[in-house]
């Protein structure tokens, strides 16, 4: 998912550093980081809220996230993540939580892998399954 122009690699990662850097260490600094378990049973992170002008940041972040997909063209990778933000911007937004959606997200994600590795490129490299 690297970008092969180097220029414009390092460019967004200078792009990218340079405020957020600021940001983040700034916030870091004055926010009490804790926890607290919610009315679901899964634990809300009082200091990941997400309002206000956080909301504008966010979008900056999700640019950065998704610019590598879209320029070499990773469609999949693409569709995944957005499915994936929507689900866990929805769950955020109705509980306050991102609930199980991580484990969800990561056991997918290898179950695709598993499924690739094992039965899709074999069946394309020797027309079927070994």
């Not at 004055?30 to 992170?45: E, I, M, Q, R």
């Not at 002008?53 to 640019?63: D, E, V």
Request: glycine letters at 6%; one cysteine or more.
């Amino acid at each position: 998912m690297m970008l092969k122009n180097i220029s414009l690699r390092i460019n967004m990662l200078m792009a990218y550093c340079i405020p957020f850097f600021s940001y983040f260490i700034y916030k870091i600094s004055s926010k009490d980081f804790k926890t607290v378990v919610a009315k679901n049973g899964h634990l809300k992170w009082e200091w990941a809220d997400f309002d206000g002008s956080k909301n504008i940041l966010l979008i900056f972040w999700l640019f950065f996230l998704f610019f590598g997909l879209f320029i070499n063209e990773l469609y999949l990778g693409s569709s995944y993540a957005i499915v994936l933000l929507i689900l866990s911007l929805y769950s955020y937004n109705s509980s306050g939580t991102f609930g199980s959606l991580w484990c969800w997200s990561i056991n997918s994600l290898m179950l695709y892998y598993a499924i690739k590795i094992l039965i899709l490129m074999p069946f394309n490299e020797y027309g079927g399954i070994c």
